[in-house]
């Protein structure tokens, strides 16, 4: 066992959603006590760490993990701003502990890619293209590259999947949040996807996070402006401008709902493709938004697509399980998390094989 990680113990405390305050109530001791362990001020007695261990649901193990946590990229600011502080502690702490497991899960799975996600240096496409930088483009030349045909993509989850990146199923215990993506150095691109959120829309968030991950890595610019370019990028790239400027001359929410049924996105993104393509007045947009209001479509709408399921995640655990002879048991040692927590974070769908229950069904509580 090596040191103790102060890093992990606010972890930890975060992905619970205690303040270091309420942690304490739970442990009998003072603020200042948890204050001190977690800002390295010193270490603490190993009763302690066992303690806090079983009131957080962690092996002790996992307050000696090496490394140190990473924050939200620049362009999630907006999304920060919407969220109270310990709301978002909670994100942040799953996304690196997330992040932790794939580490350890890809030191002996090989994930074979078909593709790769670039970071776009905006004055090198500018050199090399000899035209304006246009998100329009952009959006155009990526789904040539990866050879997207026309039409609908079949699956986002699948596309990003084999480029190489993960999607991670998790819970963020809000609904103010549909994603989050990083791009860190040695690792795949990851996107952390909310789990609650409606099919149509996921798809057109994991296209807004595939814009950020191309676009705002190198060159970081204002927060809006990072937001409506990745906006902008997953309408073009999940509605080539050539094929759906036809079908958006009519507008109205019979025509929206059948090309929702079409493309799979929400018909409010098909409302913004149609003002970004200038193919409606501010009357009709306005119309349109109080439309949905009024029929209650602007939280939720009807006739949603399948969900798109990420798989890669499982293929790692099932990799350990049926090819690596790890039990269930050994890989949550390998996490440092109870078999419970193991079992309510990961859904490897090999029910037969591991002799486990139910609960292995579930993504994550």
Known sequence: MGHFNHHMMMLARDSRGLTQSELADLLGVGQGTVSKYEGGLSDPPSAFVEEVASILRYQPDFFFESGRPYGMPPFHYRKRKKLSAKALARIVAEMNIRRMHIVKFLRSYEHKTNGFIPEIDRDEYIGKSRAPFSIEEIAR?????WMVPTGPIPNMVELIEDLGGVVVPCDFGSDLIDA??????????????????????MRHTLAHELGHMLLHTVAVKSDEEMEDEADAFAGAFLLPASEVRPQLRRFDLRQLMNMKGYWKVSMAALAVRADRLNLITPYQRKSFWMEMGRLGYRKREPNEPPKEVPTLLRRMVTFHIKKLGYSVTDLANLLHLTVEEFQSMYRPEIVGETGTTSSFLRIIK
């Not at 989050?180 to 829309?201: E, H, K, W």
């Open 180 to 201: 989050m993506s990083q791009r860190i150095d040695g690792l795949p691109v990851l996107f952390f996807v909310n789990v609650n959120a409606p099919a149509d829309r």
């Open 141 to 145: 030349h990526m789904r040539e590259q």
